[in-house]
């Protein structure tokens, strides 16, 4: 029983790189986001989507891009990475699109900017 | 726009003293409120959350909540806590029927043996 798997767990770049962070989950749920935490400021919602094909803006969705090819999988693109976007990121699902279900976290992707 | 807020970043107790937390929300009318933990280097789980009814409710680890509407409250209790319930506790708040769920900053408990 996987749950949502998020890879990779660490990641080091330099300002300017890009790269794709891994989520996907097996429970066949609707609705998936992306979340990043930072001291102070608890959870952030970045992007999140209702199906596939949907997706939508959260609080901080700026230099970040997501798309929803398949039910299983949300990958959340960094494309022009900067030390601001230095943070954990958490990938969630649930059963449904509206909030009454419960989220399932990812184990996290620590990432850092330099 | 609904918010919430956890006063307290830190709070220490000793194993076997009793937990409150505190989560104040903003909203118009009555919100849907939830408590996640995080423990060390994990994701984040559901402890309970509370739509309507019963405004004391009950949750797993032998947690509880009591929605508060007078003072737009949602706080976590547990009579007697143990050392594995050392984590980050977030509240978190949406409006019913939405589809975005806002979470509060968050507060790290640390348990003294």
């Known amino acids: 029983n996987a749950g949502v798997t998020q890879t990779p767990k660490f990641q080091v770049l330099k300002t300017g790189q890009s790269m794709t962070l891994q989520c996907a989950q097996d429970?066949?749920?609707?609705?998936m986001s992306w979340y990043r935490q930072d001291p102070g400021m608890g959870l952030r919602l970045i992007h999140y989507?209702?199906?596939?094909?949907?997706?939508d803006q959260g609080e901080v969705p700026n230099g970040y891009n997501v798309s929803r090819s398949t039910t299983e999988d949300f990958p959340l693109r960094l494309l022009s990475a900067a030390p601001s976007q230095t943070s954990v990121y958490f990938c969630?699902?649930?059963?449904?699109?509206?909030?009454?279900?419960?989220?399932?976290f990812g184990e996290g992707s620590r990432l850092t900017v330099l | 726009a609904q918010s919430v807020t956890q006063p307290d970043i830190h709070i220490t107790v000793s194993e076997g003293a009793s937990l409150e937390l505190r989560c104040n929300y903003s909203?118009?009318?009555?919100?849907?409120l939830f408590w996640y933990v995080q423990s060390p280097g994990q994701g984040l789980q559901l402890l309970l959350k509370?739509?309507?009814?019963?405004?004391l409710v009950q949750g797993i680890k032998g947690f509880e909540a009591e929605f508060k509407r007078s003072q737009s409250s949602f706080n976590l209790r547990k009579p007697s806590v143990h050392w594995s319930d050392a984590a980050e506790y977030f509240c978190?708040?949406?409006?019913?029927?939405?589809?975005?769920?806002?979470f509060g900053q968050g507060t790290r408990l640390t348990i003294n043996p």
């Open positions: 909203y118009g009318a009555t919100p849907y």
């Open positions: 969630a699902s649930r059963s449904g699109a509206r909030i009454t279900g419960e989220l399932f």
């Open positions: 978190a708040v949406g409006a019913p029927g939405a589809q975005k769920l806002v």
């Open positions: 509370y739509f309507s009814g019963d405004t």
């Open positions: 429970m066949n749920h609707e609705y």
């Open positions: 989507s209702v199906g596939a094909g949907i997706t």
